[in-house]
């Protein structure tokens, strides 16, 4: 079946540090990819999306390119804020039948930025 | 312009115990997914509901059960309540679904079971 794995955290970072967190999928046929985040005590918040190979999203000065070879979706961002201190949870959404799509979500990096 | 709406925000329960949760969707949004979310874990799937049926469902036993009215509104039913039911249940909206259709989420319900 589907599945994302993406790196443990927990994730400790000064401010105005560069943040790599490396997400890779397995799917059959052609998936979206989700980064979403979540902040403490809220639900999950859509950061950013690419829906075919190749294709770069990106929001609030993160970035991640679907990377077809290596079934990758890794997310960057080149300074964080004290304010990005969050969980954040990569997805893919790939046809389940009857019409319906679902997520499939990686098991998140919390990540922690000190000012 | 209202997001997600989930209530109760959090509820304690008993062991054998019934719950319904509500999710009140996006305005415009006609598709209604659950997910649980245990401590530390990623959203696991549940089911979607499109025009009052069930389309989906994920590897989640009988005791979850769920309706859609047709204001698009949803609830979440879990009987026999366990202690390993205890999670953050999220309640997400979207437009009749194509694969790049990105989920908007509630706040949860954030459910004890004791």
């Known amino acids: 079946g589907d599945s994302v794995t993406q790196m443990e955290g927990p994730v400790t970072l000064s401010e105005e540090a560069f943040l790599t967190i490396n997400c890779t999928y397995t799917?059959?046929?052609?998936?979206?990819l989700f980064w979403y985040v979540q902040y403490p005590g809220e639900g999950l918040q859509l950061l950013l999306k690419?829906?075919?190979?190749?294709d770069k999203g990106s929001n609030k000065g993160f970035e991640a390119t679907y990377r077809k070879e290596t079934t990758s979706f890794h997310l960057e961002k080149g300074s964080v804020q004290v304010s990005d201190s969050a969980v954040y949870f990569c997805?893919?959404?790939?046809?389940?039948?009857?019409?319906?799509?679902?997520?499939?979500f990686g098991k998140g990096t919390k990540l922690s930025v000190i000012p | 312009d209202a997001g997600v709406t989930q209530s109760p925000t959090h509820l304690i329960k008993t062991r054998g115990q019934q719950v319904t949760l509500r999710c009140s969707p996006k305005?415009?949004?006609?598709?209604v997914s659950w997910y649980q979310q245990a401590l530390g874990q990623g959203p696991q799937f549940i089911f979607q509901?499109?025009?009052?049926?069930?389309?989906q469902r994920g590897n989640f036993p009988d005791r979850f059960s769920g309706h859609q009215f047709p204001n698009y509104s949803s609830e979440l039913n879990v009987n026999a309540l366990l202690l390993g039911d205890s999670a953050l249940y999220l309640c997400?909206?979207?437009?009749?679904?194509?694969?790049?259709?990105?989920?908007?989420f509630g706040n949860g319900t954030r459910l004890t079971v004791t």
């Open positions: 997400a909206s979207s437009l009749a679904s194509g694969v790049g259709s990105p989920l908007h």
């Open positions: 799917a059959t046929g052609y998936p979206s």
């Open positions: 690419a829906t075919k190979a190749d």
């Open positions: 997805a893919l959404s790939a046809y389940s039948g009857a019409g319906s799509y679902q997520l499939t």
């Open positions: 305005s415009g949004h006609d598709t």
């Open positions: 509901y499109y025009e009052e049926e069930e389309r």
